[in-house]
Every structure is written in C-alpha cells, then in structure tokens.
DNA sequence: CAACCGTTGGAAAGCGCTTTCCAGCACTGG
DNA sequence: CCAGTGCTGGAAAGCGCTTTCCAACGGTTG
C-alpha cells in the first residue's frame, strides 16, 4: 500500500542505497542531478519514509520518552511543554506516559519505552523513598543505559542520573522564613505523600528555615496529602478539626497553613472558603511550585516559582547531550535556582 | 548488545517460530512445556521485544498520536489525559505534538506520525477556517488514511472524520441565554481568533441567543483574541479602552464580558483586577470550557462545562472503533452536550 | 490397515530500510 | 602511459521480528 524507498527508487531510475542516501541523509553523498531526480520522484509518489524500518536499520529511533504523574496536572504539564517542545527541535517525538505516580506502573514504562528503543527516557516526579520499587526502577533503567538510552531525572532520582535539580530544600526554607518575617508563627504544613523523595526534601526545608527561628518541627502540625486539590482540601480539613478538637479554638489553630505543592494549596483555598475562613485574614496559605494559575486564584498564592518550562526542556538537553558524550560520561546535575513569590494569600509585606 | 528472540529461542532450544509465538501473541499456540521453557529462557536473559523490528513485520504499531495546540494548556491537558488514559489500557503508546495552533505546524506532524506508522491520529483543536490550510491537511490525512490510519477528531474538523463533538454553539447559547436571564444586556464577546472555526461556532451559539432578546452581533462589541492569559488581558484592554472613548463611560463599557475560553477569561480577570474593576460588581465575566481551575480563581470563573477527560477518551475509542470496522465503515459522530456553570463572576443569580 | 485429519514445530522468506563492500570511472603524478 | 587516488553508484547483507509454508506425528475413520 504505501510508498516504498524501493519504488522511488526504481521512478528514479537508480539504486535503493542512491535512493536512501539522497532522501534519508548518510554519511556519503549523492550527486546532484541523481539527488534531484530522487527528491522528485519521491515527492511525486508521495513517499513517507517508514519510521519504523529506518529504526530497525539504524539501530536508533527518533524518539524519546517522557514518564509523569498525570499529564493534565498543571506542574507535569508545565515540564512536558518543556520537554516535548525542545525534542521537537531536535527532530525527535516525544511519548508521553502518566504513571499516577505508582512505581509499579512507572517500572512497566520504562519496559514499554525501553522495548521501543527510545533514545531517552525522562523521570519527571520519580524518586520514591521505598527501596525496593527504586531497586527495581533502577535494574530496568540500568539495562536500559546498558544498550545506549540516556536517562534524565526531573529532581532527584539517585546518584548516577544527569539530574534537573530545582531546590526543593532551598526554596521551602527561603518560603518558609519569609512566612516568618511577615509574622506568622503558628505554621501548619500539609506535605507530600511520604512515598515520594520530594516530599521529604521540601519539608527538611521548613525544617531548616524554623530551626533558625528556634522552632522544631514537633512544634507544629504536618499533615501528609497527595498531590491533588482533593488531597489538599482533606489534610486542611484534618487540620481544623483536630485543632478544634484539642484546645482553645484560636490557639490550636494554625495561622499559616503551608502546602507544599500548589495544586495541594488549591484544594486547601477551597476548603477554607466553604468552611467561610477568610484568607488571609483567618489563615493565610502558601504553595509551592507556582503552577501557571497560582497568581490567579482566589486570593492570588504565595508559592515557590520553579522554572518548570525550564525544568523540562533542560531535561531533554541533558539527555540529548549524554547521547553525544556517550554512557560513560561525567554525571550532571543541573541545579535550578526558585524564588519565593508573595501574594495576595499570605496577606500583603 | 540487546538480547534478541533468536537468543532467547536458542537458550530455550527451539526455533525462533515458537519463540515467537509463544512470547509474543500469535494465531498459534505452542505446547505448553515449551510455552514454558521460552517464557523461562526470556526472563532469565531479561528480553524485551523490539518494537520497532515488530513494527516493520506486523506493519503495524502499537501507538497512537495526538495533536493539540499546546500540552500546558488545561484545556488540551485534561483531553491529553483522557486520550493516553484510554490509549494506555488499549496497550498503546502516546505520542503528544504540539502544533501551536499552526496549521504548517500540524501539517508537518502529521506527516511525521503517518511516518512514524502510528495506528491513529487524534487532532485535537484542528479546524480551520483557511480551505488552503485545511486541503493541506486533508490531502495529507488522506494519504495516511489509505494506508489504514485512524483519524479522530475533536470538535470539528470537516467531514468525513469521525469526530467527537462537545455543543460549542449549544453551549455558548445556553451560557448567553443564562447571563441574559440574570439581567446582563451590555455583553461584549471575546472570541477566539477567526482561523479557528471553533470560534465561529461558539459566536454562532452566542448570536442565537442575542436573537431570541432581540439583540444582533452588530449591537455588541466582538473583539477577538488568541487562546491565552495575554490574548484575554489584550482583548478585555482593547475593550475597555474603545468604550472609554466613544461615548459615557458607563454607557459605553460592557457589564458583561463573555470570553469565549477559559484562559482568555483568566486573562480578562487579571487585567480587571489590575484596573480596579470589580467582578462581577463593574463587569462580569464568563468563560468557556470549564478547565479545572475554573472553580477556583478569583472570583470563580461561570463558564461551560465541557467534559474534557471524556471527549480524549472518547476521541480514542472512536479511532480504535475504526480500526475494528475498516475505514470503510460509517463515519460517526459522538455528539456530547455542555453545560453551563454560574459562578460568583457573574453574581449570585 | 490405508487414507485422512488436525496439531505442533521448524525453515525460510520477507517487512523497508541502512550500510558495508566492491566496481567503475576520471583524474593525478611520476 | 600506467599505477595510484578519490569519488560515485550499485549489489547485497543484514537489522529483529512475524508468518507463511512444509514436514512430522499421533489419532480417527471406513
């Protein structure tokens, strides 16, 4: 049915390897009046080269994968924008697989992306703290590496990955402390699940930042939520309602409430007006990520801004540049600076 | 380097022909000792199928692709995460493309795709109003299509496709006939750009609804924007500033703006609120599709909800229906309906 | 008991391309 | 004038699979 390399090249009167050498790009060069009879007689017949042929041959595809959480989340899909647009500078498609955030599925992924010879797989929210699911992450990923595919982490993954490092630590504690400049000292934060790396990176930061203050994290309450809005609302809730439940009603209270991932923060803004508690004038909240709409809520979030376009393309970069230098090269990390953002919902400076 | 069938069967001690069927689905079956043998020798050499070698002898390939405008946008994000949801449990690999909207753009993806020998392509915000740009397409379409392509599109792009198809016009006169209901009679409309035939179809809905009051498109300013936060502060700017001109500032300036997108609406709100204007108490503001943050902004968005997730997933189910039927079979469309959602930017009813 | 089945395993022919290797050619320089 | 040199084009050998064929075999049937 369709157009084979073989048929131009008989339109063209020449050689398969003439034909494959004008259209395909190699090494070698065709001269020019048969290189121009080829194109013609491709574009008459409409010839489409056959990816998956050209892969086999090559030994090489012309694409990459990208594993996430969940595609329509606004953090994941900030950094796909980001990866798939600077791989299609490069000529490359660019697979796009949520994993839910369970390592199980991320583990038959790298399988999938693996079985399609995929130049380069990009962990975006991987690194989880359970052992035994980065043991077997790590196994795959390594027969991966071991035939030729790059490997790059979106945060931390474990040693031997070229790593994008956005300061997850830094960027808590520079959140955290301008919290306590503006006078809260009552802060509550809903984290992560646990399960993730991320979580516990961001959390020492708060940690970091109350230390210097003299505050210990036993000191104030920590819920863990998943990284959703209906997670963020739970947590808040949890939050309120065991403070009501202990003491006095203001005391217990929290009057700043940290949820470390914005799509968290959301549901917690959401939470807090049903409940009809005012913020920032009854609890204020920060997130952190500063996911494209966190200006424009309702109020406008305090986060943390990460390059997330950024994070993503520079992703692929380092992926595209472990190709060139081969598996053997130093290892990278990419560390990204993030900058606390101060809005509406923490009250006005 | 990679280990290959012909490794496996050798260590399994059997030809390649039951290897191969007994690893990888087949019409035939293989005795189960053997079965079990191979599927041992596999493991402990840790095979994976090549793909792409699969590919070249199937003639088909076990991944779809899908074209939208921009992956960070919520509205393609959601329909992104039903498309690869849906595709995943079909066993099927996802390539996301973003075409920016461009019709050269979307052109070259989709030659890239029918190369790639994808077995169907999900356009998602195709349809244009340039014949030039949309023969291009069709005529590349076509060619795919002949080889046995699936194309599915949602919201229309012609006929001939099967299509899955949310009631923009429905939608957008329900939404019209509500803010006119709740008093509203100086609307002005921020419609998407005029390349775009979904922006005719949404002004469509909202000009039946002006009709039924006895108002006509040419008594309401129409000023038109690209899909995006800075293509709503624009409009709503350009709005704002011809009103003050002609005449009485009251007289002259909207209490209604009607963006017929989301992101342009958070647009419209963010330059609201940097003017001073309350909403929905100066202007109110309504929006279209109901992307997932709607709810939440500032002051929450009314808009239209469209059932994001479902019309992805449907777009592939569709595509796979196909597959089943030949391309020969009747070309459907999935008709979904809309609904409109009031919210505080419009006032309480 | 011979002719005939339905099964099951293997040999081998591709799938559409890339890339080695070789042949032919027109030039150089000694 | 001929061996040597650089190019260019073509023949053919794969790349790792799937899938026809074909052969062998145990089991029916008349």
């Not at 808590?172 to 992560?192: E, M, S």
């Not at 020492?204 to 920590?222: F, N, P, S």
């Not at 979030?301 to 376009?309: A, E, H, N, Q």
């Not at 540049?321 to 509406?344: K, N």
């Amino acid at each position: 049915m369709a157009v084979t390399l073989g048929q131009v090249a008989r339109h063209a009167g020449v050689s398969l390897a003439t034909a494959s050498r004008a259209l395909n790009g190699s090494a070698r060069t065709v001269g020019d009046g048969l290189a121009a009879r080829v194109r013609a007689s491709a574009d008459e017949l409409g010839y489409l080269p056959n990816a998956p042929a050209q892969a086999l041959a090559r030994a090489s595809t012309a694409t990459i994968g990208v594993l996430l959480h969940d595609i329509a989340d606004p953090y994941f899909g900030a950094l796909a924008k980001g990866a798939t647009d600077t791989a299609a500078d490069a000529g490359l498609l660019t697979m796009v697989l949520n994993t839910g955030g369970d390592p199980e599925v991320e583990l038959r992924c790298i399988r999938m992306l693996h079985a399609q010879r995929v130049r380069a797989i990009v962990l975006a929210g991987s690194g989880y703290t359970d052992p035994g699911a980065t043991a077997a992450i790590d196994a795959a990923l390594s027969l991966y590496r071991a035939e030729g595919g790059a490997v790059t982490a979106v945060s931390d993954h474990g040693d031997g990955y070229d790593t994008v490092l956005p300061d997850n630590r830094g960027g808590a504690a520079a959140l955290t402390r301008a919290l306590l400049d503006l006078g809260y000292r009552r802060p509550a934060v809903i984290a992560g699940p646990e399960r993730f790396r991320v979580s516990a990176e961001r959390l020492a930061g708060v940690a970091d930042a109350l230390a210097e203050v003299g505050l210990t994290m036993d000191q104030i309450r920590v819920e863990e939520a998943e990284f959703s809005r209906a997670g963020g609302r739970g947590a808040v809730g949890r939050l309120l309602d065991g403070a009501a439940g202990g003491r006095d009603r203001d005391q217990g209270r929290p009057d700043v409430v940290l949820a470390l991932s914005d799509v968290c923060a959301v549901g917690v803004l959401a939470e807090l007006r049903k409940r009809g508690i005012d913020v920032p004038g009854g609890i204020a909240v920060a997130g952190f990520d500063d996911i494209p709409l966190a200006a424009d809520l309702a109020p406008a979030l305090t986060t943390v801004r990460m390059p997330l376009l950024q994070m993503g393309a520079e992703a692929v970069g380092l992926a595209l540049g472990r190709q060139d230098d081969g598996p053997s090269g130093p290892v990278r990390t990419l560390r990204l600076p993030v900058e606390p953002m101060l809005r509406a919902s923490t009250g006005t400076p």
